[in-house]
T-cell receptor, first 118, second 110 residues
């Protein structure tokens, strides 16, 4: 089936620095990508929706200047956590909506990125 | 987007059949029902999707009554490796964003 590659799988950074997370769709073109964050023992919370070539749409309460999303091509979206703080430590997951030659139209999730800010 | 309600947690034993029911009273005509599985520190994985009646694949079955206000995910002969969180999601439009509910934490005992 469709595969979404997410990197890095984990990252540790110092408070105040920025971290970039990449999400690539393999074998299919992703017209829309979603970014989620998940705290321990909790469900996924949608942060933003990005469409290729246009600005991302952020969910209420998500700071767009802190969580920069770029969807420059049909196969790549990036999430940059700027000026990271310990409270940004979380599990970040991307999802791509697109057409897979074998399974048709649907959503595929990346493997997630564990961000720890120290 | 239709809201979904699932049991918070369930326990079962290896070799048993497990049924997880999800309520979605406000499901729209063009909505599909999709179930995902998530292991700790991994992204959700697609299990099965259906619109009405019964759907079956190599890992699960999905039962949807005629009114489509609920659905039941059936996992045959579970094993310890089926311990995970299972999410029921409802949506239809191609640009629909997926909003996750709380999911069902399934714990399989030996």
């Amino acid at each position: 089936g469709a595969v979404v590659s997410q990197h890095p799988s984990w990252v540790i950074c110092k408070s105040g620095t920025s971290v970039k997370i990449e999400c690539r769709s393999l074998d299919f073109q992703a017209t829309t990508m979603f970014w989620y964050r998940q705290f321990p023992k909790q469900s996924l919370m949608l942060m933003a929706t990005s469409n290729e070539g246009s600005k991302a749409t952020y969910e209420q309460g998500v700071e767009k200047d802190k969580f920069l999303i770029n969807h420059a091509s049909l196969t790549l979206s990036t999430l940059t956590v700027t000026s990271a703080h310990p409270e940004d430590s979380s599990f970040y997951i991307c999802s791509a909506l697109g057409i897979d030659r074998r399974t048709g139209y649907g959503y595929t999730f990346g493997s997630g990125t564990r961000l720890t800010v120290v | 987007l239709a809201k979904t309600t699932q049991p918070i947690s369930m326990d079962s034993y290896e070799g048993q059949e497990v049924n997880i029911t999800c309520s979605h009273n406000n499901i729209a005509t063009n909505d599909y029902i999709t179930w995902y599985q998530q292991f700790p520190s991994q992204g959700p994985r697609f299990i099965i999707q259906g619109y009405k009646t019964k759907v079956k694949n190599e890992v699960a079955s999905l039962f949807i009554p005629a009114d489509r206000k609920s659905s039941t995910l059936s996992l045959p002969r579970v094993s310890l490796s089926d311990t995970a969180v299972y999410y029921c999601l409802v949506g239809g439009d191609r640009d629909d964003k997926i909003i996750f509910g709380k999911g069902t934490r399934l714990h399989i005992l030996p």
